[in-house]
C-alpha cells in the first residue's frame, strides 16, 4: 500500500540511550518532515527536508538528529535520551505546493525512563 | 504568538447535529492554505479538507465543510449529522508558501459524539 512507513511503532528507551526513527515514503515525494506531538500543544516540527540531500531545522530541533538518506528515507536519530523527548514522534511527506498536506505515518511512540 | 489558534479544547455534540470546531490564523502571506486533520484515538493523522486563500468558494468534502473568512482570518470547520466515529481530535493547520511549505498546527480541539 502506498503511503509513509515508519519503525519502530512503540519504543523505551532509558536516559542517555541512543536510538533511530526510521521512514520511508513510496510516493515520489519531495519533501519530507519529523513532527513530534504532545499533550495540550499539538504537532510541532523538528526537521524537515524539502528535496533529497537537503535538510532543516524546524521548531524544535534540540537533542536530534536527522539524515535524508535517499528519495525515499528520512531518519531522525536521537542521540542521547531524555525524559524530555518522550513523545509521539510522526513523519510525513509532501509534493511541493500541495493542496493535500501531508501524508503521515501511523506514529511511533517513545518513552524516555 | 501562535500562528493558528484553535480556542475548544473540547466539545461535546449530540449524534446527528452538526457541530462548528474554530480556527483563527495569523499570516502575512497572500498565499496559503488551510488544513483540518482528524486523529482518532487510534492515533493516525487523517486529511479532511483544504482550502486555499485564493479560493472563493468555501470547501467541502462530503459532511465536513470549512467556513472561510478571509478579512476575519478564521478557518472553522462543520461537521454536519454527527456520527459516533466523529469522536476525535481534531487540529487546524496552515502552510504559507513564505515557510518553505511547512505545516504548522494548532493544538487540536477534541470532539465527543454523544449517543
Known amino acids: 500500500n502506498a503511503g509513509v512507513t515508519q519503525t519502530p511503532k512503540f519504543q523505551v528507551l532509558k536516559t542517555g540511550q541512543s536510538m533511530t526513527l526510521q521512514c520511508a515514503q513510496d510516493m515520489n515525494h519531495n519533501s519530507m518532515y519529523w513532527y513530534r506531538q504532545d499533550p495540550g500543544m499539538g504537532l510541532r516540527l523538528i526537521y524537515y527536508s524539502a528535496s533529497e540531500g537537503t535538510t532543516d531545522k524546524g521548531e524544535v530541533p534540540n537533542g536530534y538528529n536527522v539524515s535524508r538518506l535517499n528519495k525515499r528515507e528520512f531518519s531522525l536519530r536521537l542521540e542521547s535520551a531524555a525524559p524530555s523527548q518522550t513523545s509521539v514522534y510522526f513523519c510525513a511527506s509532501t509534493q511541493d505546493r500541495s493542496n493535500y498536506g501531508y501524508t503521515f505515518g501511523s506514529g511511533t511512540r517513545l518513552t524516555v525512563v | 504568538a501562535q500562528k493558528i489558534t484553535q480556542t475548544q479544547p473540547g466539545m461535546f455534540v449530540q449524534e446527528k447535529e452538526a457541530v462548528t470546531l474554530d480556527c483563527t490564523y495569523d499570516?502575512?502571506?497572500?498565499?496559503?492554505?488551510l488544513f483540518w486533520y482528524k486523529q482518532p484515538s487510534s492515533g493516525e493523522m487523517i486529511f479532511l479538507i483544504y482550502q486555499g486563500s485564493y479560493d472563493e468558494q468555501n470547501a467541502t468534502e462530503g459532511r465536513y465543510s470549512l467556513n472561510f473568512q478571509k478579512a476575519r482570518k478564521s478557518a472553522n470547520l462543520v461537521i454536519s449529522a454527527s456520527q459516533l466515529g466523529d469522536s476525535a481530535m481534531y487540529f487546524c493547520?496552515?502552510?504559507?508558501?513564505?515557510?518553505?511549505?511547512?505545516?504548522?498546527f494548532g493544538k487540536g480541539t477534541k470532539l465527543s459524539v454523544k449517543p
Open positions: 499570516t502575512s502571506d497572500q498565499s496559503y492554505g
Open positions: 493547520a496552515m502552510r504559507e508558501r513564505g515557510s518553505q511549505g511547512n505545516l504548522i
